[in-house]
């Protein structure tokens, strides 16, 4: 098998291990939104774990940017409104994320294996969502 079919399985494989260690260990789900929105309103005796999730998610950015880079699209150019798109396409994350009581990580990782009727139709609204957003995009506009 090819690199380009290996990693995303491998990555996959290590993600819902990742999320079912969490969940057996400490009985919480790793939904990004929840995880990381927490650490804004914290929690006493709830913050470490937090803390650690999102220091392993930094570092595995930091550590596929240093021995793959090619994984990462090209940066948005600020002279095309790059960076007020990409802050605003981050707000609109964050705002879908407490509309649907949680992100597409939590719902669609951790809900739809769990059997959660509400992450299944959540995660179909996102990926429907998206597709319906790259059409217009690239066809449309």
Avoid: E, Q
Avoid at 18 to 23: G, K, M, R, V
Avoid at 42 to 61: K, Q, S, T
Avoid at 69 to 86: H, K
Wanted: with cysteine; proline share 4%; net charge positive.
């Amino acid at each position: 098998m090819t690199a380009s079919i290996v990693l995303p399985l491998l990555g996959g494989a290590l993600i819902g291990l990742s999320a079912s260690l969490l969940l057996l260990a400490n009985g919480r789900v790793a939904g990004i939104s929840g995880v990381v929105g927490s650490l804004l309103a914290p929690v006493r005796g709830d913050i470490a774990w937090r803390l650690l999730f999102f220091a392993g998610l930094f570092a595995g950015g930091l550590l596929l940017a240093r021995f793959l880079p090619g994984a990462f699209a090209a940066p948005l150019s600020p002279s095309a409104g790059g960076v007020w798109l990409l802050a605003g396409a981050g707000l609109l994350v964050g705002f879908g994320s407490r509309l649907g009581n949680g992100c597409t990580s939590g719902h669609g990782v951790c809900g739809i294996s769990r059997g959660s009727v509400r992450s299944i139709s959540a995660t179909l609204t996102f990926m429907a969502t998206g597709v319906l957003t790259v059409f217009l995009v690239r066809h449309v506009l």
